[in-house]
């Protein structure tokens, strides 16, 4: 299979240093304290996040700090084949990276003996669903209320046909060589995540690893403008009661109007 073809396009188009399209939209569940939407390329994702609240079972409770409890999850039908339904050896690893990831930036000790419930559902998958999963997440996080440190922005990046792209599609997942999916906290520069599948020289890591770094600045910008289109509805809602009455805000039936939050 050509993955890059002689004009050094992929398969889809694209350049090796683009990002597939990505949406964002903050603040789109009414019951939980914080949520998001995202799609990324085929990915579609919503994360909700419950919390600070009291830890249950109480035996999980840490007496210095909140628990950050993340659960992954891919619907049956966010895949071609019907994916089992429950709990895998998969989605327990994201959800342990995705948890780990989040607690470097959540303010965890203000909040000791609680816990913040993070949901990550995958509606439809089309390869890189963990970082477009945690980067759903943090904007989640935030959208909630939970003091930060920074934001989490995830991006892979990887090696197909012997060449370093950014953001691999499910071909290149599939039959490329290498995949290599990072978060980073851009404030800081601080690696939260970083796994690697597959192989690369020394100086292929460094492309890799300043490729998934100028992207994930980029994804940020996107994630700041969700929130702060969140917070500006919001505002508008409260400006606005008697028509905020009419059409309470939260409801999303009018969502389509205004899709390109990024
Ligand atoms: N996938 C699938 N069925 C599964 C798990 C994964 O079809 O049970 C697909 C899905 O499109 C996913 C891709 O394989 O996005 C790559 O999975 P991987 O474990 O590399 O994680 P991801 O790239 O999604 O973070």
């Known amino acids: 299979m050509v993955l890059i073809n002689d004009q050094g396009l992929r398969m889809d188009g694209r350049r090796p240093d683009q990002l597939r399209n990505i949406k964002i939209e903050a603040g789109v569940l009414k019951q939980a304290d914080g949520s998001c939407y995202l799609e990324w390329g085929g990915n579609k994702v919503m994360a909700a996040v419950y919390g600070p609240r009291e830890c249950h079972p109480r035996h999980d409770q840490d007496p210095t700090k909140a628990r950050v409890r993340v659960r992954y999850n891919m619907a049956a039908f966010s895949v071609s084949d019907r994916k089992r339904p429950g709990p895998d050896r998969r989605s327990q690893e994201i959800s342990k990276i995705s948890s780990e990831a989040l607690e470097h930036v959540v303010l965890t000790s203000l909040y000791p003996k609680n816990a913040i419930d993070v949901f990550i559902e995958i509606i439809e998958a089309e390869a890189g669903t963990r970082c477009a999963g945690l980067t759903a997440a943090a904007v989640a996080c935030a959208d909630a209320g939970i003091p930060m440190r920074g934001m989490v922005t995830a991006v892979a990046a990887g090696k197909v046909d012997g060449k370093v792209c950014l953001d691999l599609s499910r071909e290149e997942d599939n039959y ?22 597959g192989h690369f020289s020394p100086d292929e890591l460094d492309q890799a690893l300043e490729m998934a770094t100028d992207a994930a600045m980029r994804v940020y910008e996107m994630q700041k403008a969700a929130l702060l289109a969140r917070y500006q509805a919001q505002a508008q809602a409260e400006d606005e009661p008697a028509e905020a009455e009419a059409a309470p805000a939260g409801d999303h039936d009018h969502d389509h109007e205004d899709p390109e939050v990024a």
Request: aromatic fraction near 4%; charged fraction near 25%; charge should be negative.
């Open 176 to 197: 490329g060589e290498t995949d290599f999916p990072i978060a980073i906290v851009p404030k800081t520069g601080e690696i939260v995540l970083l796994q690697q599948d």
